[in-house]
């Protein structure tokens, strides 16, 4: 895999899953300092991954860790498992509450219990002070009822696949938005129009590796590394120099992850 070294100093890798890459997780990290992403959020997606999310923060500076369940797995979303991310949110490493959401394009659970495991999530963010990083796939009209109906403040867009106006309603209520790999699509047309259409202080870049791996690198494994490919793509659409984005989005994540200072 071809990596510019430096290429993005100090920008933050806001959604990978450390857990989930096949390699050396300490090579992994190295391997992302070296091309300038100094943080990364590793997010957990069940209350192992989550555990394993934590493990890792504990073990790498530079990592942080999530606490929730993904909508794939929200019927299994019962107390003990509840309880059990409750219970990682009370570690200062853990930074973020998710991920969590609804999706309705896989439907791996129904959506009555990805929307009750979404509501608990959202209360959580709300108890626990911590951000809420949201999973939205085909269901923007009940994610965003859902945020409204239970007051979400503090909420990030992961992996956005929204349009311009979904874009614009975030901005409206203080979302911040996070764009991934699938940014530098061919058919991302309106992943990109919203791209360029947000204010820059609510723009966050991630990779959700080892996932969306962008187009220069497609058929190889996604890595923090390349959170720099996505902000390349992101300062062309927006017609502006690579440092001032990273720059900008640094301090988004700063702001949306206060934890990770």
């Known amino acids: 895999m071809t990596r510019s070294s430096g290429e993005a100093p100090g920008a933050v890798d ?4 450390l857990f989930l890459m096949d390699g050396d997780a300490g090579a992994i990290v190295t391997a992302a300092k070296e091309a300038g992403v100094g943080r990364m959020v590793c997010v957990g997606i069940d209350p192992a991954t989550s555990r ?82 949201v999973h939205v796939r085909d269901a923007w009209g009940d994610a965003l009822a859902i945020l409204a109906e239970e007051l979400a403040e503090r909420v990030v867009l992961h992996c956005f696949s929204g349009d311009s106006a979904i874009a614009a309603e975030a901005e409206a209520r203080g979302y911040f938005v996070s764009f991934a790999g699938n940014l530098t699509y061919p058919n991302a047309g309106p992943i990109q129009a919203a791209a360029a259409s947000l204010p820059d202080t609510r723009i966050l870049v991630e990779t959700d590796s080892p996932f969306l791996t962008p187009q220069a690198l497609r058929g190889t494994p996604n890595e923090p590394a390349n959170v720099a490919l996505t902000l390349r793509a992101l300062a062309e659409l927006r017609e502006l120099d690579l440092r001032d984005v990273v720059g900008r989005t640094t301090e988004n994540a700063l702001a949306a992850f206060p934890l990770i200072r």
Do not use: W
């Open 14 to 17: 806001t959604h990978c899953h």
């Open 52 to 133: 394993r999310s934590l493990e890792l923060a504990e073990s790498f500076r530079g990592v942080f860790a999530t606490a929730g369940m993904h909508p794939h797995t929200a019927s299994d979303f019962d107390d003990r498992a509840s309880s059990e991310i409750e219970e990682l949110l009370g570690d200062p490493r853990v930074v973020a509450v998710g991920e969590t959401g609804l999706d309705y394009y896989r439907r791996l659970s129904p959506p009555e219990d990805q929307q009750r495991a979404f509501r608990t999530h959202v209360r959580l963010s709300r108890e626990t002070d911590k951000p809420l990083v």
